[in-house]
């Protein structure tokens, strides 16, 4: 524990350093109370940091998320440590004894806490169950993270200029068959945003997206979809994909365009994969050290009667629970947050 | 002239499903995934396995019953393959062909099959040739490369296969299928909606 | 996630039997007898004997699935043979795809619908046949890729390279669970080819049904089943494959015997044999080709044959 740590002596513990997690800290910060962040990777900022252009209003998630992060280094009530891990807890009268390790110098340290936080965010699912997609096999093939990466690189003037790109929704999830039956919440978004963006940067080539449905459901988020079909020329093509194949060093899209009701086939240079949403596997194990329950797909399980909570003093926010989008992951931080605060004022 | 609810058959997606092999067809998404990787519908585009999907849950009848297109599915099983919901189609397709043969559509499509069973009633193989030719062809074949002249099969096994035909109703069914009541298929898809819709009124 | 998709050769075959009941395919006998002799060439050569029994029947798939007559004879047929091999406590091995999408489909209506499986009991018990469920089936190709590495040692003509383009037909993959590998992207047959020494080609159409399933090819031969297989085979030519390999006598017989009558249609001549796997690997293992049966081909082998220095 910091010794220059201030605050009242109280403590939570968050796990995770992506936007829950920080909008926890600093909001129990906020409480007057104290927290430990702890982070496995070597900076805190979560999936923000690899994001490029954000919905609905094409601001860059790492100027707001870098903001944050200023608070949280300057905060002398926040402890951040990062490249650590939580290996192991004990229930003690008041809270939890953790062990924590850094996977750094494998160096470990005990510390008492009177409150967890979990918010260890989301992955994207494995594709290579998807053959018929070809993610892994084809060059051209990435999925939507990596295809961030993509665009940032295109926004430098590097790699080669595409003369037409596929986005694919719901690879993976509304999926009984190999993936998830579930819906991830924020694919329809993200692809509108990712299709806009390639348009802005380069307005000849060809941009589809296959999709099932557009669910835009937040404020802003109709109109932003609209923008991006009837200012950027984005094509939708609603479909899903049944192959992608090369050919002559493009991918060909194959599809059916079920709203005509023809078989279709697209030439692309790029094709991006929306993959479904999945929790870490770090999450299942967390959620049994502190004694909460997770659902058959890894996601936490809340408490009937409290949306932020999922055990006695334990308390879970963002992508850890299901799909969420920057937003909503900073409101459900700021849930937990709330509740541990409560916690700790009724324990004095 | 719109179609009403009336017009409409009322739970055509089980009534089909006469086997209850295809239990499935309400978690359809209409995807198209299917028709996407369908090598026929990419031949013949009014082929489509998404719309027949569609057609049924609608409780439209019509326009599959009498159409050519749902003779031609290849049973591939890509739809299948790929579904992410694991509707088997070809099951599906198998079982809309028995309702328009007992409807006396699609009658040419059958009477081929018809004749190769005959055979195989009598020869306990599917695809037996049917001339003297042609089976002294494969015997010499086979002599020619140290196998029996003739796949060996039993008589025991040919009259049990026989007596299974006959035992089921089988035999009868094909026998049932009339070759002059043979009803016109059309390619109903191509020519756009064919409703169940009353005309009068419209 | 949902139940297991791909499973592992050695999940699927834990124990390599003695023997195993080799079930005979219609097309395959009458077609194709060379594939029954590569079959079983191979098998023993693994250390394993095929045992076959006349009274084996057809299992009637072929003509229920274009809709000729309807499932319950189907049923009680499959559930006949299947509890002939029970009776040998033998595991069923099926060479063709149909054979083995029939056998899969209708063993697990049976299986899975206590009304159909009493009602072909029913059925059958007037000759002292009962189905139980016993008997698992499988494919010799999943054979020939769980012992691949068995394969690889006993080659004594490896295949030089040969350009190989592979068809997995679609029943096999059809099945969708507990294969040896997915529907979107197989490539099990090419590592078989790799291991006898081939160059498998993965040419864009080689996962293209081959039109002959249900009878189309009697049906609508002109307007789908051409079309669909000059596509194919246009494809293959153009991607320089030399020889397709089939693990289904019935996709043998469209890829094969169609070849003039698409000369005769679209003026090309593609010249390109289509062999069963087996009787690829029977060669790379030594069989002599005189045994193989290689007449019964419509595209003449000569080319391949000499490229793998055989003369026939």
């Known amino acids: 524990m910091n010794e220059a740590m201030t605050g009242k002596e109280h403590t939570a513990l968050v796990i995770g350093g992506g936007p829950a997690g920080i909008e926890a800290a600093l909001k129990i910060a906020r409480g007057g109370y104290r927290a430990v962040l702890v982070e496995k990777e070597n900076e805190p900022g979560g999936i923000p940091l690899k994001l490029f252009s954000s919905f609905p209003r094409w601001e860059n998630p790492s100027d707001r998320i870098g903001w944050m992060v200023n608070d949280l280094k300057k905060n002398k009530q926040i402890e951040i440590s990062l490249e650590t891990t939580v290996e192991s807890a004990a229930g003690t009268d008041n809270g939890f004894n953790v062990t924590l390790k850094n996977t750094a110098t494998g160096d470990a340290r005990t510390l008492d806490v009177q409150a967890v936080v979990l918010a260890t965010g989301f992955r994207l699912m494995d594709l290579s169950a998807y053959g018929e997609y070809g993610h892994r096999i084809y060059p051209g093939v990435l999925n939507s993270l990596e295809f961030e990466e993509r665009l940032r690189e295109w926004s430098r003037g590097l790699g080669k200029a595409p003369q037409a790109v596929a986005l694919i929704q719901c690879v993976g999830s509304r999926d009984r068959s190999k993936g998830y039956p579930y819906c991830s919440k924020i694919c329809c978004m993200y692809s509108a945003k990712q299709a806009g963006v390639v348009k802005d940067l380069f307005p000849e080539a060809k941009v589809y997206v296959f999709y099932i449905d557009c669910r835009a459901a937040g404020k802003g988020y109709e109109e932003f979809l609209r923008e991006v079909i009837e200012k950027k020329h984005v094509r939708y093509v609603r479909g899903r994909p049944a192959k992608v194949l090369p050919e002559g060093g493009r991918l060909l899209v194959r599809a059916e365009d079920t709203l005509i009701g023809i078989p279709v086939e697209f030439a692309a240079d790029v094709v991006v994969l929306a993959a479904a949403v999945v929790p870490h596997p770090e999450t299942a194990a967390l959620a049994k050290m502190f004694g909460a329950s997770i659902d058959e797909y890894g996601f936490i399980d809340h408490d009937p009667r409290s949306h932020a909570k999922c055990a006695d003093r334990v308390f879970f926010a963002g992508g850890c629970g299901f799909a969420v989008d920057t937003e909503s992951a900073l409101s459900q931080g700021a849930a937990a947050a709330a509740e541990v605060i409560t916690l700790f004022n009724d324990n004095g | ?202 | 996630m949902q139940r297991k998709r791909v499973v592992e050769p050695e999940e699927k075959i834990r124990e390599i039997p003695g023997s195993v009941f080799l079930f005979r395919s219609c097309t395959g006998s009458l077609e194709y007898p060379g594939t029954e002799s590569a079959v079983t060439e191979t098998l023993r050569c693994l250390g394993i004997e095929p045992l076959t029994d006349p009274d084996q029947t057809c299992c009637s798939g072929y003509l229920l699935t274009c809709s000729a007559h309807t499932p319950e004879v189907s049923l009680a047929v499959t559930a006949r043979n299947l509890a002939l091999v029970e009776r040998k406590g033998l595991d069923t091995y099926v060479f063709c795809n149909g054979c083995y999408g029939y056998l899969k489909e209708l063993s697990h209506i049976l299986l899975h619908n206590q009304e159909y499986l009493e009602g072909a009991n029913e059925l059958i018990a007037r000759w002292g046949y009962h189905y139980a469920g016993k008997t698992s089936i499988f494919h010799v190709q999943e054979m020939w890729y769980r012992l691949k590495d068995r394969l690889a040692a006993k080659v004594v003509r490896p295949l030089n390279g040969l350009r190989v383009g592979v068809h997995y037909g679609c029943h096999y993959l059809a099945r969708k669970y507990d294969i040896l590998d997915d529907g979107g992207y197989p490539t099990f047959h090419e590592e078989i080819v790799e291991a006898l020494g081939g160059t498998p080609v993965f040419y864009k159409e080689r996962q293209l049904c081959c039109g002959y399933a249900v009878g189309r090819g009697f049906t609508h031969r002109e307007e789908v089943v051409q079309p669909h297989l000059f596509k194919k085979l246009r494809n293959a030519r153009d991607s320089g494959v030399e020889l397709i390999t089939t693990v289904c006598p019935g996709c043998n017989v469209a890829l094969d015997r169609e070849q003039p009558n698409l000369r005769e249609r679209y003026g090309e001549d593609f010249r390109i044999p289509v062999v069963d796997l087996a009787q690829l690997i029977a060669l790379a293992l030594g069989v002599p080709a005189a045994k193989l049966g290689f007449e019964a081909n419509t595209v003449p082998l000569d080319d391949v044959l000499a490229k793998l220095g055989i003369s026939e």
Request: with cysteine; glycine share 6%.
């Open chain 2, 1 to 202: 002239m719109r179609e009403r609810d009336a017009d409409r058959v009322d739970n055509l997606d089980r009534l089909v499903d006469r086997y209850h092999l295809v239990e499935n067809l309400e978690s359809c998404l209409q995807c198209g995934k299917c028709t996407g990787v369908c090598p026929v519908a990419n031949l013949s585009p009014s082929y489509n396995p998404r719309q027949v999907i569609r057609d049924i849950l609608a409780g439209n009848k019509d326009r599959w019953l009498r159409s050519e297109e749902i003779w031609r599915c290849l049973w591939c099983a890509n739809c299948y393959t790929l579904c992410p919901m694991d509707i088997p189609f070809p099951l599906l397709m198998m079982q809309l062909r028995y309702e328009a043969l007992e409807n006396s559509y699609g009658v040419k499509y059958f009477l081929p099959f018809r004749r190769f069973a005959m055979r195989a009633l009598e020869d306990g193989l599917t695809f037996t040739p049917g001339g003297a030719r042609g089976r002294e062809r494969i015997m010499k074949l086979r002599g020619r490369i140290g196998l029996k002249p003739w796949p060996d099969i039993s008589e025991k096994a040919r009259q049990e296969y026989r007596e299974l035909f006959e035992a089921t109703g089988a035999k009868a069914w094909m026998d049932a299928i009339k070759e002059e009541e043979e009803r016109p298929v059309t390619l109903t898809y191509l020519q756009g909606r064919i409703t169940d819709a009353k005309k009068k009124g419209g």
